[in-house]
Each structure stands twice: as structure tokens, then as C-alpha cells.
């Protein structure tokens, strides 16, 4: 697996995974009706923060992450990031490499520590994957986060130092 900047031209491989992803409603706060451009300005960050993606051999868009300072001003020394495995590629160590990677970019960067602002709680598989990978749970907003199938449910905050 190689995982690279990502370009304009993989948003076309990107969009499908995002949209099935964003449209479940269960692990990110995007509205569910997002659309495509909306999306793509939201995901595809510009310099210096980044967005990648992680391929396969024959170039196959695994998943993607973005990363960014998490607040600006006097609060941009912590960073922050997002990732989405396309479904079809999961349990494959895809999630984890790209978790991996950002805590690198932001170390090289600069950053003091990395903090997540919205893991919904029933995300069981990245809350795990994340605390594996050294984040704490610092709080969780009690039913901050609207699931479809559970109702209410906590969003947390995690936190790592680098």
C-alpha cells in the first residue's frame, strides 16, 4: 500500500466511497445530503494542510485522510484529521496506515498533539484503532451526535501527544 497526496483527479474514485459513507449518518457530522462539490472543498485541503490518499498496486483508491491544524491562531499548534476507508477495502490495515501516517505529518510538522473533536461513540472499530494507536478519551458530549439506528448518542474527544 503507498499512500500519496491526493489529487483532483482521485476525487472521482474518492466521491463514491464518501458519499455511501456521509448518506449512512453514523460516523461522521457532514450533513447527509452533502454534495459532490461541497465535498470535495471540504475534503481536498489546500497546502499546508494535506489530504492523501492510499492505493494498492495497481492504484486503486483504498481511503483517503485529511489533515489539519485543528484551530488557528493561538490553537494551531494541535492538529486534527479525518479518514474514510472505502468499504469495499476494509480490515485490510488501510484506516490504521493512514492514522499512522497523520500522526507522522503532524509530528514533522510541528504539532504538539493531535485531537479528534467528533468520534461518535458507537464508531467501536476507530475508537479502538485510535486508542491502539495512543489517543485518550479526554470527554464525550452526552447524545452530541444524532445516529440513525441508535438515537442520541455521545460524540468524543480524543486526544494524542506527539
Not at 505529518?105 to 504539532?111: D, L, S
Request: net charge negative; aromatic share 10%; proline share 4%.
Amino acid at each position: 500500500m503507498l499512500i500519496r497526496e491526493a489529487t483532483r483527479e482521485d476525487w472521482a474514485a474518492i466521491w463514491p466511497f464518501f458519499q455511501r459513507i456521509v448518506a449512512a449518518g453514523d460516523t461522521f457530522t457532514y450533513p447527509t445530503d452533502l454534495g459532490e462539490r461541497d465535498a470535495s472543498e471540504w475534503w481536498l485541503l489546500a497546502p499546508p494542510n494535506r489530504t492523501v490518499v492510499a492505493v494498492d498496486d495497481a492504484g486503486t483508491v483504498l481511503g483517503t485522510a485529511k489533515m489539519n491544524n485543528n484551530h488557528m491562531g493561538n490553537g494551531s499548534h494541535i492538529a486534527s484529521a479525518s479518514y474514510m476507508v472505502d468499504p469495499a477495502h476494509t480490515g485490510r490495515g488501510v484506516g490504521r496506515a493512514l492514522c499512522e501516517y497523520s500522526l507522522e505529518w503532524a509530528r514533522t510538522a510541528g504539532f504538539r498533539a493531535m485531537q479528534f473533536n467528533a468520534v461518535v461513540e458507537t464508531n467501536t472499530h476507530a475508537v479502538k484503532l485510535y486508542e491502539s494507536l495512543g489517543f485518550t478519551v479526554l470527554g464525550t458530549l452526552p447524545e452530541g451526535f444524532r445516529h440513525p439506528v441508535r438515537g442520541y448518542v455521545g460524540l468524543h474527544i480524543m486526544h494524542r501527544a506527539l
